[in-house]
Structures are given as C-alpha cells and as structure tokens.
C-alpha cells in the first residue's frame, strides 16, 4: 500500500543522484574548461596533486548534496492526488490529480538497473518538460504508483488489481529498426548536440593541427579538390547513416506495442523498449489528440514510416532525443493503417484525399520565381552582367514542375467527423483526427484569395494548429460548418 503515508526513495537512489548531478556539471563545464584550453593552464599552475584534491572536494560536496536531496524527497498518494515533496533550502511540494495525467513512463536505465531501481515519471498537459520525477523506485512501488493513478478505480494494492486486458499489437524486428534509422536523421540531433564541443576543440587545437604532418595518401587526395570533396562528403553520409542506426536500435531495442482495456475501460496503449536503457510509456487514449503519420523522402524509398501520437500539450518537435514522444516506429503502409484502427477505434484509415484548388500550384510557382529573379537580379547587380538573367529560363520551368509536385502532395478529407490532412514534397506527413478534438477554426482569405474564391482553413487543436491551405470557398465554408456541428452544435443562419 502506498497510500495514507509519505515514501522514501529508495536508498540506493543516492547514488543516481549523486551521478546525474555530477554528469550534469561535467557536460555544462568540461567543454568549456578543456576546450579552451584552461584545463593544460590549470594542470601546468598548481599540479596533478591539488587538481585531484580539488576534484575529490567537489565529489564530497556532490555525494552531501545528494544525500540531501534524498532526505528531502518524499512522495505519497492522497486519494486521487500525488503529492510530491523536494528541495535542499526551500521546499516545494507538487500535487498531480491523476484526472491531469495524460502518460506515464516507467524506466530503467543502465545505471538504475543495476540497483534493481526504476525511474517513474508522470506528463501533464501544458508542457514540454515532465511534470513528476522519482528517480529511483522499485518496480513494484512503480506499478503501485501507476494503478493507483489509474482513473479507473484507483487501485492501491497491486495484488488485488484485476489483470488488464492487454493485446500485442506490433513487434518491431531487426529490420524494421534499421530501415527506420536509415530514415530519420537521428544521427543530425546528435551532430547539432555535439557542434558546440566540437567548435570549442578545433578552436584549441587549431595551431597543432597547423603543425601535424599529413599522411602521404591524405595529401595526394587534397591536391584533386573535387575528388576530396566527394570522398568527404560520402564518408559523412556514411557516418551519419550508420550513426542514425546505431542510435534507432538503442532506443527502440525490442518495440513492443500493446493495447490495455477492458469492459468499461478507456483504452490504454503501452509501449516497452530500449537496450541500455529499458523505458515503458503508457499513452491515455481519452487523451489522444492527433496521430501523425510520418513518412520521410528516406522513408518512401523504403517503404517504410511511423506514427506519432500526440497529446494534450505535446510540443511540435519533430526528433525525440529524450524519448518522450509515443512514437511506433519501422512500419510498412499496411500496418501503419491496421495501427490507425487500433489507435482510432476501429475507423478505417483510407479515405481518398480531394485536391486543393488550382490556385496554390500558382502561388507556389510565384513565391519561387519571385525569390529566384530578386537573387539573380542581386548577383547580376553585384558582377555588372545581365546574363545572369538567363538563368530565369531554366528555373522558370523547374519551379513550374515543384509547383506542381508540391500541389498534388497536399489533400485533405472529412468523412463522419475525421479529419484527415496531409502535407509535404519530397516527405509527406498525413495528420489524423477526429473534429471533435478542434479547439479553434479559423477561416483566413487575403486579397488575391477573395478575388479567386478560396480560402485558408486554420484547426487549432491542443496540440498546435494545422492549416488546409487553398481551400475553394464554398468547400471552406462547409467544412467550417461541420466542425462547428460537431463541437458546438449546428450553426444557426445568418440573419439578414
């Protein structure tokens, strides 16, 4: 039972602290301090004795600092509230009504494992951060935890909870998660993460690197710049793909979706995966806002794409680098439709998309063309020479074709209260979600728009807005109707 009384971490959570804190100063001030090259300064002033003892000073303190935090931290259910009490010198205490919760996750880090421990976690709508935090709990006292915010009863006692439902819906294998990885850029977050230190290197290491001798084969093939180009380049690629692998599989290491519910049970889908790092995500599904489905240039090659679930307060990121989003990854067309009906209820996902009016394809057209002749007109202003204009009569039919490339990617349904949008070029992303979900419509016409009858339908759900662009006028307006039906009420007429 967890209920009634305050709960303790569990003492080896010391430890977790302890490391995430000192990983957390090391991160923010290593790259900083040894980059620059204070850290050669600073070991050449006062010597390798009293840097150690500097460093074992600054551990104490860490270890006090944890050990504070633990003796602080404290947590217990209240009814259908969990409260939860930190801090060092000033205390707060959090209070979460299991009604907010739109997700849980329970995860199992490397270094937590080890302990037995798991870290339990909890999201509210309104924020891209995680509302609760117990970094280091045992399971059982996480499952506790989780039943006992379930809206649904509130079991406290894990032992006397009826057994869930639960059906496996998809397995991601090997393959699945390397055709993944090789298309989405995971490896480019870890890239932008690093160019910080890899900047503050190059700049301390710059004049050495001036003085190193070059292999032989390195300089024959710096003196065919083209060939060096290409050869860089290409090995890049190759990095980034096989890091864009390397980090899929680690994070969805044996994917495992299934679906929670029974009589008189909201569904309820849970997610289990990761390798060093085990983690199991459980998404409401009364909390489901949009499912997206994503499909990159990549990805259409493969054939391959994924889904992601968004909820109340889910932030418009596309990369997931902390695993919070609930993405299914590895899917084929097939499986991303049978996931659709399972996430939706059964509503059939293959709605045929109408077009949107002929007018976007000349914006498209205008806006690149446009942009093309104010820049050649610079360059030709720049180098006094006015053929750089014949450059106009090779983009003017290459704008012409993405104009109408980027026309026939956009469509648009509504069937029986669902909204489905898909929006893209070379990547498509096709947004699906019932009506009843939109928060706000907005109808947008500029001037070119009135004269040419069409319009810009903007849904605003909890999630962000999604825009049809170019609607026909009459098609806007009777869109705009039926989505006001289904959250309001019929529209009454306009009286004269």
């Not at 205390?91 to 009604?99: D, F, I, N, Y």
């Not at 869930?164 to 998809?170: K, S, V, Y």
Request: charged share 20%; proline share 5%.
């Amino acid at each position: 039972m967890i209920s009634g009384t305050w709960h303790r971490l569990s003492p080896l959570a010391v430890v977790y602290l302890f490391l995430r804190g000192t990983i957390g100063i090391a991160r923010e001030n290593l790259p900083l301090l040894f980059g620059a090259g204070a850290g050669v300064a600073l070991f050449d002033a006062i010597g390798l004795r009293e840097v150690a003892l500097l460093a074992a000073v600054l551990l104490i303190i860490g270890f006090v600092v944890a050990l504070l935090q633990y003796r602080r931290f404290m947590f217990r259910i209240d009814g259908d509230l969990l409260l939860v009490r930190k801090g060092i010198l000033e205390q707060s205490e959090l209070k979460v009504r299991s009604a907010q919760i739109q997700q849980v996750m329970v995860e199992a880090p490397w270094h937590l494992r080890a302990f037995g421990l798991v870290r339990f976690s909890v999201d509210t709508p309104g924020g891209a951060a995680t509302e609760v935090e117990l970094p280091g709990i045992r399971p059982a006292t996480a499952e506790a935890l989780r039943r006992a915010l379930e809206p649904e009863g509130r079991v406290l006692d894990p032992a006397a909870a009826p057994t869930p439902n639960r059906i496996a819906l998809h397995r991601a294998s090997g393959i699945d998660l390397v055709l993944h990885g090789l298309a989405n850029n995971y490896a480019w977050v870890a890239l932008a993460a690093l160019m910080p230190l890899f900047h503050r290197l190059s700049r301390s290491h710059e004049e050495r690197l001036a003085e190193f001798d070059l292999p032989p084969w390195l300089e024959v093939l710096l003196e065919q710049p083209l060939l060096a180009a290409g050869g860089g380049l290409a090995a890049m690629l190759l990095t980034l793909m096989v890091a864009s692998v390397i980090i899929a599989v680690l994070r969805f290491h044996g994917f495992v979706l299934e679906r929670d519910g029974g009589r008189n049970m909201p569904p309820r889908f849970r997610q289990t995966s990761g390798w060093a790092s085990r983690r199991e995500q459980i998404l409401n599904g009364a909390r489901l806002q949009v499912v997206e489905h994503v499909q990159t240039p990549i990805g259409r090659l493969l054939g391959r794409s994924h889904l992601l679930c968004r909820q109340i307060g889910s932030v418009q990121i596309e990369q997931d680098p902390g695993g919070q989003l609930f993405i299914i990854p590895g899917l084929t067309a097939r499986k991303s439709a049978d996931l659709l009906a399972e996430l939706w209820s059964g509503r059939a996902s293959t709605a045929t998309l109408e077009r949107v009016h002929l007018h976007y394809r000349r914006i498209m057209w205008l806006r690149l063309t446009g942009v093309a002749a104010v820049l050649l007109g610079v360059i030709a202003g720049q180098v006094d020479d006015w053929r750089w204009w014949l450059l106009m009569l090779v983009f003017t039919p290459l704008f012409a074709g993405l104009a109408h490339l980027r026309w026939l990617s956009v469509g648009y349904a509504m069937r029986d209260g669902w909204l489905q949008i898909r929006v893209g070029l070379l990547g498509r992303r096709t947004s699906h979600f019932p009506a009843a979900n939109v928060q706000r419509i907005q109808l947008r016409q500029n001037w070119f728009q009135r004269r040419r009858k069409v319009a810009d339908l903007i849904l605003t759900l909890a999630t962000g807005p999604i825009t049809v662009p170019c609607l026909p006028e009459e098609r806007a307006w009777g869109m705009l109707e039926d989505v006001l039906e289904r959250i309001e009420g019929p529209v009454l007429p306009a009286v004269a």
